[in-house]
C-alpha cells in the first residue's frame, strides 16, 4: 500500500526554524520525483520545491528560495524540507508528493499544519 507520511509540522515564531519529514513505502521511492506542496487558507496549492530521484537537482519557487531547502535520502525512503527564517505567510497545510517522470502517476500525503505566529 502506497503511503506518504508527513511529520514535523506544528507552531513557530516567525524567524524561527523547522525540519519537515515525508515518509514514503509502497513503492519504489528512487523512480519518484519528490516534491513539496503548501495551501494557505483561501489560497490555491502551490509548489514549494521539487527533488529529481537521484536529489542531483532542486528547483524552489521564488518565495522560498533562499530559505527552504528540500533533501532526500533513498536509502531511507525520505524527503525533507528544512524551513528557516519562516514568517507568518509561511502558514500554510504542507503536502508530500511523489511523482514518477514518465507516467504522471503521483501520490499525495495528507499534509502537515505549519503554523508562523507569535
Known amino acids: 500500500q502506497v503511503q506518504l507520511v508527513e511529520s514535523g509540522g506544528g507552531l513557530v515564531q516567525p524567524g524561527g526554524s523547522l525540519r519537515l519529514s515525508c515518509a514514503a513505502s509502497g513503492f519504489t521511492f528512487s523512480n519518484y520525483v519528490m516534491s513539496w506542496y503548501r495551501q494557505a487558507p483561501g489560497k490555491e496549492r502551490e509548489l514549494v520545491a521539487s527533488?529529481?530521484?537521484?536529489?542531483?537537482?532542486?528547483n524552489y519557487a521564488d518565495s522560498m528560495k533562499g530559505r527552504f531547502t528540500i533533501s532526500r535520502d533513498n536509502a531511507k525512503n525520505t524527503m525533507y524540507l528544512q524551513m528557516n527564517s519562516l514568517k507568518p505567510e509561511d502558514t500554510a497545510v504542507y503536502y508530500c508528493?511523489?511523482?514518477?517522470?514518465?507516467?504522471?502517476?503521483?501520490?499525495w500525503g495528507q499534509g502537515t499544519q505549519i503554523t508562523v505566529s507569535t
Open positions: 527533488i529529481t530521484n537521484t536529489g542531483s537537482r532542486t
Open positions: 508528493r511523489a511523482t514518477r517522470a514518465l507516467s504522471g502517476r503521483s501520490y
